[in-house]
């Protein structure tokens, strides 16, 4: 039989990641438009009292906020089914250091600081509770990162292990080699994220 020609054909895969959305409620509008500013070092493009465009690079925006008057805001964002994070690369530990410095002083503070194995972040959350990571990749290759994915390490522990950012930034600030700052310590098993009871069930028992 034929293959059918969806089952060979390559699928068209986007080249790279335009903008993305936000609707808020109009008592939020004004603070979430200034603490993306903040966050992303970003410019307001257009800007009125019904959305703000947000561009931080050369495209033409990465980011709208719009006031939705007939939107709510989300109870319970623990248990809510949606987009939980959106995550953004910075260059070393050296940015993510200056990064989390200046957000500090604008009164942005992450709320869980992490070494995941494959990479260190920052997660931080917005006014209305929307999470965003800012991330250095620990490894120098995607092929590295996935062979660390693999191991019986990350299996035991997916989530990572917290930073002390005190500790950390005084580290990153000495100069200490950034690949022996990037390599995460063994604490043993981990399956839970900073907010969840269980995030990851480790897999059942098997019997030969």
Not at 150 to 168: C, H, K, M, R, S
Request: charged letters at 25%; aromatic letters at 10%.
């Amino acid at each position: 039989m034929t293959p059918d020609k969806t089952e060979t054909e390559k699928l068209i895969s986007p080249a790279s990641i335009g903008h993305f959305g936000i609707r808020t409620t109009p008592d939020k509008f004004e603070a979430m438009v200034n603490w993306h500013l903040n966050f992303f070092g970003g410019r307001a493009v257009l800007r009125n009292k019904h959305a703000a465009f947000i561009a931080w690079d050369d495209e033409h925006h990465r980011m709208v906020i719009v006031s939705d008057p007939s939107h709510e805001q989300i109870k319970n964002r623990a248990t809510a089914a949606t987009v939980y994070h959106i995550a953004f690369t910075l260059n070393s530990l050296a940015d993510l250091a200056t990064s989390y410095e200046q957000k500090k002083a604008r009164g942005i503070l992450p709320h869980w600081p992490v070494n995941h194995g494959m990479s260190t972040s920052m997660y931080y959350s917005d006014p209305d509770g929307n999470e965003f990571e800012m991330q250095v990749n620990n490894f120098d290759t995607s092929e590295e990162a996935l062979a660390f994915m693999a191991t019986p390490e990350y299996l035991e522990n997916p989530i990572g292990v917290d930073l002390d950012i005190d500790e950390w930034l005084k580290r990153v600030r000495s100069g200490e080699d950034e690949a022996t700052l990037k390599k995460r310590p063994v604490i043993g098993q981990r399956l839970s994220r900073y907010e969840n009871t269980i995030c990851f069930k480790k897999p059942a028992a098997t019997t030969a």
